[in-house]
């Protein structure tokens, strides 16, 4: 490690002022101490060696913006050096509101570097909810691209209560982010960074009505890049087309393997089969997500001529329009993903691990461990179904600011995921379904909860539960079954004009059935009796039934 300078001193006298962080689960360990744990690399550190190992290939591709490796590490390290004169520094959350630019890996990268965290939020959502998550995470520095979400950021802010924070704008070439970017020193601070402290955080899992916060570490993201590397036989030649919503988590799933091999990743801000077809054609993409079979389906009308040369993109077989067009990698396909949570970094087990597997979802990768046990937390015998429990370098550090919830899902040492499954004789394992029903609506998963938070919260209702239904595009849809309020007669399109004013539009009933009560049982509502009355189904792994 290189001495510290007299700027670099100023820097880190800035950067030790600093403000109160809640996180109980997160470990934060910086220094510039000359004993650097020889096994220690952080997400930080690999850029720094992607400037060396990468000096002459391309990173990021968005729009006109061709970064390569070196480039962009020097980007980085400028903008980690302004947020540190700002006052940011291990543990503080960083925000970024916006549709997908390489300024979120610039940012998730320069945090990185500080031992921060990042948290891209779903521009999707409503205003209410996007206040909920500026309150909750509580960042020192909130970036956003206002460009389409004008109207809603200004609703949140008002509605936010969060006064800290500082907004600095990344639209344009000439903003307030590239003036911030450009203020930071270009010599890098080489930090230590413990890789085992938390870096990205995804919102999931609505278990109290609103989202949680998972905060994966460097560590996991990193291990996870490995496998999925080997998984999809990934290499520095492969372009991945970066379709899908930057804050959802099966996006870096591929960034980031691509990024620790030297590949590219070109960003599209749309996800639309003409901007897909274009892109693929122009930077020769071979991996693109996601790939929905209705945008498939748009994809094979829009090239019924074959404008469009799409034979880079290697996948899965679908329709023999489709697989005309492209070139069919049914390797890849065979040994995707088959079971995983946000909080275990995605897939946990796979069904390219070892030979043919009894289930089909697949062993466990060889950086995590599954159990299936009883409501007392003991491992049952194989063939008997219980909750899946993992543990392992993929499994997140916990919930940012949920200490309850913490203790009671991480807090023996297991990860309790609230899935259903059991261990096959092979030593498979088999998905049943979530405890609580969730729903799959395309590429998001959506919590009954949070939606049936919302429809008792109007006026006319006494009480309503959300079920999914199947659906040929969607995969599912949600319905929500309504008891209204006395003396009211709520109708459908209110209801469903009521929860897009509160969340996010694909989270909205798209339709309504009323009933003078919901069964339950226990006093809990009865899920599966729902389903079966009102056409309900569809549920990841198949599975209708409540636990």
């Known amino acids: 490690m290189r001495t510290m300078?007299?700027?670099?001193?100023?820097?880190?006298?800035?950067?030790?002022?600093?403000?109160?962080?809640?996180?109980?689960?997160?470990?934060?360990?910086?220094?510039?101490?000359?004993g650097r744990p020889l096994g220690n690399i952080s997400c930080g550190d690999l850029s720094r060696e992607n400037r060396r190992r990468f000096p002459h290939l391309t990173a990021f591709v968005d729009g006109a913006t061709r970064l390569s490796y070196p480039l962009f590490d020097e980007r980085t390290t400028r903008l980690a050096n302004a947020l540190a004169a700002a006052g940011l520094q291990a543990g503080d959350r960083i925000l970024w509101i916006g549709k997908n630019s390489v300024r979120c890996m610039e940012l998730l990268v320069a945090a990185a570097k500080l031992g921060a965290i990042l948290c891209p939020v779903n521009w999707r959502q409503s205003p209410d909810e996007l206040a909920f998550v500026i309150d909750d995470i509580d960042a020192l520095l909130i970036v956003c691209d206002p460009r389409g979400l004008e109207d809603t950021l200004k609703a949140a802010r008002t509605s936010s209560r969060a006064t800290r924070a500082r907004w600095v704008e990344a639209?344009?070439?000439?903003?307030?982010?590239?003036?911030?970017?450009?203020?930071?020193?270009?010599?890098?601070l080489d930090l230590v960074v413990d890789a085992g402290s938390p870096l990205l955080a995804i919102y999931t899992a609505a278990h109290d009505g609103h989202p949680s916060a998972a905060l994966l570490s460097h560590s996991a993201l990193l291990n996870q890049a490995v496998w999925l590397a080997y998984m999809y036989d990934l290499d520095a030649s492969d372009t991945f087309l970066c379709a899908g919503p930057m804050f959802h988590l099966g996006v870096y799933l591929f960034i980031l393997p691509l990024f620790v091999l030297g590949g590219t990743t070109v960003i599209a801000t749309?996800?639309?089969?003409?901007?897909?077809?274009?892109?693929?054609?122009?930077?020769?993409?071979?991996?693109?997500f996601p790939l929905m079979q209705y945008l498939i389906d748009e994809i094979t009308e829009l090239n019924r001529d074959a404008r469009y040369d799409l034979s880079s993109l290697r996948t899965s077989s679908h329709s023999p329009g489709w697989d005309a067009m492209v070139t069919l990698d049914h390797s890849r396909a065979a040994r995707g993903s088959r079971w995983g949570q946000s909080e275990t970094t995605g897939g946990v087990t796979w069904y390219g691990v070892g030979q043919d597997s009894q289930s089909r979802f697949g062993r466990s990768s060889p950086f995590v461990l599954v159990?299936?046990?009883?409501?007392?937390?003991?491992?049952?015998?194989?063939?008997?179904?219980?909750?899946?429990?993992?543990?392992?370098?993929?499994?997140?550090?916990?919930?940012?600011?949920r200490e309850e919830l913490n203790a009671e899902t991480f807090g023996d040492g297991w990860r309790h995921t609230s899935d259903i499954g059991k261990r096959e004789a092979d030593g498979s394992i088999t998905f049943i379904g979530p405890k609580g029903n969730m729903i799959k609506s395309g590429v998001e998963n959506i919590y009954p909860v949070e939606v049936e938070r919302v429809l008792r919260s109007h006026p006319s209702v006494a009480d309503a539960a959300v079920i999914g239904v199947p659906d040929e595009k969607w995969i599912q849809s949600l319905k929500a079954i309504v008891v209204p309020a006395s003396g009211c007669s709520p109708t459908q399109d209110e209801l469903i004009v009521h929860c897009k004013q509160k969340l996010a539009s694909y989270k909205k009933p798209r339709s309504v059935e009323f009933t003078e009560s919901l069964p339950r049982h226990d006093g809990r509502i009865d899920y599966d009796e729902l389903n079966r009355r009102h056409g309900g189904g569809g549920y990841p792994g198949g599975s209708t039934r409540s636990y």
Do not use: F
């Open 5 to 34: 300078g007299e700027g670099d001193e100023a820097v880190a006298d800035v950067s030790r002022g600093r403000w109160e962080t809640r996180a109980a689960t997160a470990r934060h360990a910086v220094t510039r101490s000359t």
């Open 171 to 188: 639209a344009g070439e000439d903003g307030e982010y590239e003036a911030l970017l450009a203020s930071g020193s270009a010599v890098d």
């Open 270 to 288: 749309r996800a639309d089969a003409e901007t897909i077809c274009r892109l693929t054609v122009q930077e020769r993409c071979t991996v693109a």
């Open 371 to 401: 159990r299936v046990v009883d409501e007392t937390g003991a491992e049952l015998p194989v063939g008997e179904v219980g909750e899946l429990v993992v543990r392992g370098t993929v499994v997140a550090n916990g919930y940012w600011n």
